[in-house]
């Protein structure tokens, strides 16, 4: 399970979830997809078009939770959503999350990776 806490920064939706991800990867993919729902649910809710998600998780990623998600996500954000920035604080998953970036490429709206909250919200700010 994750603590997700989730604030209006202008008209960025800046969401900070932190905890530690299941070993089981169905398990993670679930509580990922949770998460998300609420952050989405949440841009819409208050007419946000971008999100700025800052990933305080420990523990590993399983390329099957991270196609799981990506799967979900393109069945749940609406157009209305343009850019989500994914800010990737465990160095030992940003491959996976750049896979998940890579993936999105081919969907509706524009996933970016990043190491700093700062850069994050440089490439929120461009589009």
Request: net charge negative.
């Amino acid at each position: 399970m994750y603590d997700l806490r989730m604030t209006i920064d202008g008209d960025v939706l800046r969401a900070e979830v932190a905890g530690q991800r299941s070993s089981n990867p169905a398990e993670m993919a679930a509580a990922s997809q949770s998460f998300w729902h609420d952050v989405i649910w949440e841009c819409r809710n208050l007419g946000l078009t971008r999100a700025l998600v800052v990933a305080r998780l420990s523990g590993w990623v399983s390329t099957a939770a991270v196609l799981s998600t990506h799967e979900y996500l393109q069945k749940i954000v609406p157009p209305s959503i343009r850019r989500v920035a994914y800010v990737d604080l465990n160095p030992d998953t940003v491959p996976y999350n750049r896979f998940a970036q890579e993936l999105s490429r081919s969907g509706s709206f524009e996933v970016g990776i990043f190491a700093t909250e700062e850069a994050a919200r440089s490439w929120l700010e461009m589009g």
